[in-house]
């Protein structure tokens, strides 16, 4: 294996549980890599970054692995290359001399990384915004805050080093208004209430975050249920901080009532197996956990004006909730 200064080194011992669910190594490795797509695990594999301490037969990306087996990946470093301008279209909801509001889309990036160094949001916003570089960090100039990959909604960059620099304060000082909604899976949700802990890093899956009661980092989300379905619930959500998959770790793991269809935090397959094959014909049709981020509120660090801004979330929320109140 390659030294560790050369790249981070996820490590997965295949399950009977992997091996129900997963007919192919490709199809599970860019699925427990959060954010990779399977162009780049191709590219890892033709590298020799992919490889197996203890299966006799060589592995293929087009077959699956025995259970037992001990998958290795190498991931190698972001590339120190600026992020390039793309023109990849915007849902910019505000835009002034200072700042940029835009809606995201489900499954687009937000800057670039190893396997996704196009089409990302970063890309769009230099295509945008033609004097973006040097605000902030080099590979991913006027991002202030991000959201996952598979998360909906509204973001703000910035578009000069000043304005940077307040947002950042804000988000630091957790001045900012942050609402989302989420469909998650459980009977009996509870109406409302108060989830906090401390999350950091999961110790044998570093793509996970977890509750970490000693190195964490502290974490405040509020919540009230919308609507209580018989298997799932429509649930808003307030973050009082900005953790790494805080929303996410917070209803699996303290209130065991994953994200509808989170495969990082908990099982898709059973979800669908659970909601009837009526409703898990329309969420089939969407590939990323429920979670929107629907609301970002603050104070404008330049012309100190109140700013409030709304999206609603991708169309088949809505699909799903109507099918529920439907039945």
Do not use: W
Request: aromatic content about 6%; charged content about 25%.
């Amino acid at each position: 294996m390659p030294t560790p200064q050369d790249g981070e080194t996820f490590t997965f011992t295949i399950s009977e549980e992997d091996k129900e669910n997963f007919k192919r190594l490709d199809q599970f490795l860019s699925e427990k890599l959060v954010d990779q797509s399977r162009s780049f695990i191709k590219m890892l594999y033709e590298k020799g970054h992919i490889t197996s301490e203890n299966s006799k037969k060589k592995i293929e990306l087009k077959k699956f692995p025995e259970v037992g087996t001990v998958i290795n990946v190498l991931v190698p470093p972001p590339a120190p290359a600026d992020a390039q301008p793309e023109n990849i279209p915007l849902d910019i909801l505000f835009e002034d001399e200072h700042l940029i509001i835009v809606n995201k889309v489900a499954g687009m990036v937000v800057h670039p990384a190893p396997g996704n160094y196009t089409g990302t949001l970063v890309n769009a916003i230099l295509f945008h915004c033609k004097d973006l570089k040097g605000v902030g960090d080099q590979r991913r100039p006027g991002i202030v805050h991000r959201l996952d990959k598979g998360t909906s909604g509204v973001m703000v960059v910035a578009k000069n080093q000043k304005c940077h620099e307040g947002l950042v304060e804000l988000f630091s000082s957790h001045d900012i208004e942050r609402k989302y909604e989420c469909i998650a899976m459980g009977k009996s949700f509870p109406s409302g209430g108060k989830l906090e802990s401390n999350i950091g890093r999961h110790p044998q899956n570093r793509l996970k975050m977890s509750i970490d009661s000693k190195v964490g980092k502290h974490a405040l989300t509020h919540y009230r249920v919308l609507c209580q379905y018989d298997k799932i619930a429509h649930v808003e959500l307030k973050l009082e901080t900005g953790r790494t998959h805080q929303i996410r770790v917070h209803l699996s793991q303290l209130l065991h009532r994953p994200i509808l269809c989170d495969s990082l935090y908990g099982n898709p397959k059973e979800h669908l197996q659970r909601v009837g094959p009526d409703l898990a014909k329309i969420i089939g049709k969407y590939e990323y956990p429920f979670l929107h981020a629907k609301e970002l509120g603050f104070i404008h660090p330049i012309t100190k004006e109140e700013l409030n801004f709304q999206s609603p979330p991708p169309k088949i929320f809505q699909e799903i909730l109507h099918h529920l109140n439907g039945n």
